[in-house]
């Protein structure tokens, strides 16, 4: 079983919409985690962390996180086509940050 | 803002080599961490360091070494390259745990 899970994608948004991207993890003892943006080619680029139940809005983006239900989610208000990119979700306990596979997501004109 | 170098943007290597692919970030950050990442698999751990000439083994460290003589400097080795460690290799750094990493711009490395 993937320690964190998300769906491959891609997830279609037109221009100006909201892109709602979701990750569950297994792990209960997690203390961090944080969505990275990567486009293709390129390495990873932090976009939001969150430690705390609820929400965190940063600009356009607002991460959530629910502990007892174990996901997170990223949310991106008035999406551009330039978030268009891979976002991966990563999830820490004590010792190391373990990385989901990923959901492409394609915004159009 | 952090830096985090990695010595090659691309390498081509043949079956057998030994390889050797350096990391330095210009932070003075306490870890130190080694990913690759492939298609459908993402990035998986190889080892991680949180001291000077101290390294703890990942979820795949078979085939890999590492060494950290310096706090700035993470070295990966591929002991004997094989085709099935053609891969984006990333490295990256954190003060602390559980803060985010900040990542280096990968090595695309293949071996053939």
């Known amino acids: 079983q993937k320690e964190v899970e998300q769906n491959s994608g891609p997830l279609s948004v037109p221009e100006g919409a909201i892109a709602s991207l979701n990750c569950t993890y297994s792990?209960?003892?997690?203390?961090?985690f944080f969505w990275y943006r990567q486009y293709s080619g390129k390495s990873p680029e932090l976009i939001m962390f969150?430690?705390?139940?609820g929400d965190k809005e940063d600009g356009r983006f607002t991460a959530q996180l629910n502990k007892a239900s174990q996901y997170v989610s990223l949310l991106i208000r008035d999406s551009q086509p330039s978030d268009s990119a891979t976002y991966l979700c990563?999830?820490?306990?004590?010792?190391?940050?373990?990385f989901g596979t990923g959901t492409r997501l394609l915004v159009s004109p | 803002d952090v830096k985090v170098t990695q010595s090659s943007r691309y390498l081509v290597k043949r079956t057998g080599e030994k390889v050797f692919l350096e990391c330095v970030q210009d932070m003075d950050h306490e870890n130190m961490f080694w990913y690759r990442q492939d298609p459908g698999l993402g990035l998986r751990l190889i080892y991680f360091s949180y001291d000077v000439k101290m390294k703890e083994k990942g979820d795949i460290p078979e085939g890999y070494s590492v060494s950290r003589e310096k706090k700035e400097r993470f070295s990966l080795i591929l002991e004997s390259a094989s085709t099935n460690q053609t891969s984006m290799y990333l490295c990256a750094s954190t003060p602390s745990r559980g803060v985010p990493l900040h990542f280096g711009n990968g090595t695309r490395l293949t071996v053939t």
């Open positions: 990563a999830v820490g306990g004590f010792q190391k940050l373990v």
């Open positions: 969150i430690y705390s139940n």
């Open positions: 792990d209960r003892g997690s203390q961090s």
